[in-house]
């Protein structure tokens, strides 16, 4: 399933197929890389993609092959970008269901929050460094982050979530 420039729902779709097959033993680490490395060409596939190994039970980000990994890091700021946004939102939606006593969603947010955090430790340390410290400064009212963060409409506590996790990405 070859698909050029997929959108968001087709990258989903393909990536779930990908997983399913690569967890069966049908598809080798270097297979699934070509193929990963197909949808992270474009912001909608690389975002769809990103959806199915972060929020479902899809076992790759957990045992993530070298060879993912090393599409990933060739993918290099968008990839760090989408994963920093993503650590973002996880991180302020785990303080909301559990506002909520939503455990179930808090649980899932953590999770997502869990595999940001060992993704960005696999990327490139500089740039994850210079982004991360882009997104602090959002969290401080200084920069770029700061539209992305007052259109989700973070409170403090949630941006205080958020400030601890990125610490958790220099721990280990």
């Not at 989903?12 to 997983?19: I, R, V």
């Not at 970008?81 to 973002?88: G, H, I, K, S, Y």
């Not at 700061?146 to 400030?163: H, P, T």
Request: include cysteine; proline fraction near 2%; hydrophobic fraction near 40%.
């Amino acid at each position: 399933m070859t698909i050029k420039e997929p959108n968001f729902e087709q990258a989903m779709q393909a990536a779930t197929l990908w997983c399913n097959s690569w967890e069966k033993g049908e598809l080798s680490d270097e297979v699934l890389a070509e193929r990963v490395e197909e949808l992270l060409e474009s912001r909608a596939g690389a975002r769809g993609f990103f959806v199915i190994i972060l929020a479902t039970d899809c076992p790759l980000i957990d045992r993530l092959p070298e060879s993912i990994l090393i599409k990933l890091r060739c993918a290099g700021e968008k990839i760090i970008d989408l994963t920093v946004r993503n650590l973002a939102m996880s991180s302020a939606m785990a303080i909301h269901h559990q506002r909520k006593n939503d455990l179930n969603s808090q649980n899932l947010s953590e999770r997502i929050t869990r595999r940001c955090i060992e993704v960005l430790r696999e990327l490139e340390p500089n740039s994850v460094k210079d982004r991360l410290e882009q997104l602090i400064e959002g969290i401080n009212g200084i920069g770029r982050d700061v539209e992305f963060l007052e259109k989700w409409e973070y409170d403090l506590e949630q941006k205080q979530a958020i400030s601890n996790n990125i610490l958790k990405i220099a721990e280990n």
